[in-house]
């Protein structure tokens, strides 16, 4: 805090060539506090401790540059490898395999995914957080009934022809888990997630048409995966109608799921 005085205010004191002045301590009225909601100012560290914080911030930040690095390579390992697995399928593909279809040896595979199952894991549950977010925005932008119904089975349609090998791999991925237990965790997260998208699609459908639901949850997930999954293994065999007819028994369905 700033001291000012004037020759009245203080007195002077000689020592040797020196003259010394006494302060005296401001009244009141010059003492000026921060308001209640500002914070004062803070100075910059110095002494010894400056230095370690400087350098903690900076270890802090290539940290933080290496994290992101990683996840971002396993992206695109993880892009790369999703091609190879839904072609040729879970059973069908190793590591080396999918080394083998990029640019990238099978020992950087096998740095950023311990195993294959680590690899299948994340490429699907990706996958299928990047479809529920798509179907979601459709839920979001429908502004009737009509619209949402024709939009979900035109979505689903699009789904099925430009992504029937993707879609595959995830039931590919679904019966593994009948088998294999470690797969089972992630199956029914994803599988939990679908039906929650699911839900929302028709719940939303229920509303704009000013109607009750009449199924759950659980048996509006059935039928439209039951509705997919037929129509999938349709398009698989070269079945040029297999979109066609998903959209139709799609649009059909959600009027159905009313009460």
Known sequence: ?????????????????????????????????????????????????????????????????KVDKFTERREQLAAVALATLAEQGYANTSLRDIAQNSDFSHGVLHYYFADKF?????????????????????????????????????????????????????YDLRNQSLFEERFRATVQEIDQSLEEMIWRIVSRYAELS????AVSPTMAYALMDGL???????????????????????????PGLLG
Request: charged letters at 25%; a negative charge.
């Open 1 to 65: 805090m700033a001291l000012w005085h004037t020759d009245d205010e203080v007195g002077q004191h000689d020592a040797g060539d020196q003259t010394l002045t006494a302060p005296q301590a401001p009244d009141q009225a010059s003492q000026v506090s921060p308001a209640p909601d500002e914070t004062p100012p803070q100075q910059p560290a110095t002494g010894p401790a400056a230095p370690r914080d400087a350098a903690a911030r900076t270890r802090d930040r290539i940290a933080r540059r």
């Open 210 to 213: 000013e109607s009750p639901l």
């Open 228 to 254: 997919f999954r037929q129509a999938l293994l349709a398009q698989l065999s070269g079945d040029a109608a297999a979109g066609d007819m998903l959209d139709k028994h799609i649009t059909q369905l959600l």
């Open 118 to 170: 680590e690899l299948i894991i994340h490429c699907v549950r990706k996958y299928k957080a990047e479809c529920v977010t798509r179907y979601d925005e459709l839920v979001a932008s429908a502004a009737s009934a009509d619209e949402l119904r024709y939009g979900i089975g035109a979505a689903m349609a699009g789904t099925l022809r430009d992504e029937a090998t993707m879609q595959r791999l995830w």
